[in-house]
């Protein structure tokens, strides 16, 4: 698939069976993440991978942090907490690291970060791996960004799910590029 192609086709995929990537498609995810954007070169993210029984210990924190907000929690939400890390054989925790910089804001720390993750997205659809980005409240939960390590300076971009593509993938409409774009006519 060429690049043109992996760009414009690139589909959010929510059922991600096993086996997990091997390490070459994992690095190559990487390799394109550590290709994002980046002004001042200030490198500012970090990724975490969770897979095999660590994706089980995600889940606990998971049910850590809803019995934090709501300790009557119901059983059928407790595992549905717990099951939550098993929708793929492979997470990618996507982490913000910023940097106080007199001429580059956090925002723009931050949207290097998410074209980091942007970039994987598309190189999973590259390989034909599935993957999606997840977030929900367990992303911005203090239980989670804790018991991941985040520290006062980081932030927490998502989750991204990877795996085998399992089924078909959706088909998305073309979006019609005049809703999007105009020219800017100088008065
Ligand atoms: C920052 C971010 C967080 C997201 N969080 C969720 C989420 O928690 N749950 C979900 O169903 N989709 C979430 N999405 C949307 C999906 O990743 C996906 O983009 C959406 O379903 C549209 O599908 P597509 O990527 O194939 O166009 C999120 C997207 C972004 C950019």
Do not use: C
């Not at 690139?10 to 550590?34: C, I, T, W």
């Not at 500012?44 to 924190?61: K, Q, V």
């Not at 049910?63 to 907490?81: I, Y």
């Not at 409409?173 to 774009?181: D, H, Q, R, S, T």
Request: hydrophobic share 45%.
């Amino acid at each position: 698939m060429d690049a043109l192609q992996a760009l414009q086709q690139r589909v959010s995929v929510a059922r991600l069976a096993g086996p997990v990537p091997d390490q070459e498609s994992q690095d190559n995810l990487f390799k394109a993440a550590l290709r994002a954007p980046d002004h001042g070169m200030l490198r500012p993210w970090r990724f975490l991978t969770i897979s095999g029984d660590d994706r089980l210990a995600l889940g606990e924190l998971f049910v850590s942090a809803q019995q934090a907000d709501n300790p009557d929690m119901t059983e059928v939400r407790h595992q549905r907490m717990l099951a939550k890390p098993l929708r793929a054989p492979l997470i990618i925790v996507v982490i913000a690291v910023l940097t106080e910089h007199a001429k580059i804001p956090e925002l723009e720390q931050l949207l290097s970060a998410g074209a980091a993750a942007q970039n994987m997205l598309v190189a999973a659809h590259a390989m034909g791996l599935g993957a999606m980005w997840r977030t929900g409240g367990m992303a911005y939960h203090p239980t989670v960004q804790l018991g991941l390590g985040l520290k006062e300076h980081e932030r927490l971009l998502g989750f991204l799910y990877v795996g085998q593509i399992e089924g078909k993938t959706r088909e998305l409409p073309n979006l019609p590029i005049e809703a999007f774009v105009s020219p800017w006519i100088a008065s």
